[in-house]
């Protein structure tokens, strides 16, 4: 099916992979004060650890650079032939024709599906936790310990769908189709070490996430007590339901 479907196809979705991946990455509240993240003091740096502002801001930049290139190359490829011919050949590190194997795969909608229903849960979880969401771990004034809304399906949604769209992300942007993987890039020393820096940055992103999982439950734990063992009890999974 992916095979027989127009390329044109992919810009939508690869536009709705870039603002699943600009609400993921983009904080919803401003960072926390110090003495509302001292609770989260004594927790290993690794988990305690975020990307310093600008490190994030470089690594969306990157993303949504490799999504307007490939966006481009498609519609330069459905442009008339007297544009085509102008556009391609800036868009590729190999003759302009490599650009024909820029197409849609079973891979890329697989990604595409975990970036969409990724975003969609981010959102819901912002919307549920309100100015209690913050990338920093920590406690605000007068904390209330939010149950509802995804947080009655697992107790770390934020953190399932920021995996979905990290890994989606990968899946679009790296698989054969894609334009890092068509275009020639990767046959360049600099392209190769520019994309295996963002990868590696993108990959630990979920890593860091999955180590962070524990040492909030044991925080949330003591300082809500009986109302966070009820709801635990109610929501025993914490990323996947009937899994993790």
Same mark, same amino acid.
């Given at each position: ?89 800036? /868009? ?5 024709? @490599?650009? !024909? ?7 890329? #909608?697989? +990604?595409? %599906? $975990? ?55 990968? /899946? ?5 189709? @894609?334009? !890092? ?7 360049? #020393?600099? +392209?190769? %070490? $520019? ?50």
């Amino acid at each position: 099916m992916s095979s027989t479907m127009p390329v044109i196809f992919k810009v939508p979705l690869l536009l709705l992979a870039a603002y699943s991946n600009f609400i993921t990455f983009t904080p919803p509240n401003p960072r926390t004060a110090p003495d509302e993240q001292s609770k989260y003091a004594t927790a290993k740096w690794i988990v305690r650890q975020v990307r310093p502002p600008w490190v994030r801001a470089l690594e969306k930049t990157i993303t949504q650079s490799f999504i307007i290139f490939e966006v481009a190359t498609i519609l330069a490829m459905h442009a008339p032939p007297s544009l085509a011919e102008r556009v391609l050949p800036m /868009l590729a590190w190999r003759p302009a024709s @490599s650009a !024909l194997g820029v197409r849609i795969t079973p891979t890329f #909608l697989f +990604g595409a %599906l $975990l970036c969409a229903i990724g975003g969609l849960i981010r959102i819901l979880c912002y919307r549920a936790l309100g100015r209690h969401f913050t990338f920093e771990l920590s406690l605000r004034k007068d904390h209330k310990l939010v149950t509802d809304g995804p947080y009655a399906v697992v107790r770390h949604p934020s953190y399932t769908a920021l995996i979905m769209v990290t890994v989606g992300t990968l /899946l679009c942007l790296t698989g054969s189709g @894609s334009w !890092l993987s068509e275009s020639g890039i990767l046959s360049t #020393l600099v +392209g190769r %070490l $520019l994309v295996v820096a963002w990868a590696a940055e993108v990959a630990w992103i979920p890593i860091v996430m999955i180590l962070r999982v524990g040492t909030e439950d044991e925080i949330l734990r003591k300082e809500f007590k009986d109302e966070w063992e009820a709801w635990s009890k109610r929501t025993p999974y914490k990323l996947i339901p009937g899994l993790v």
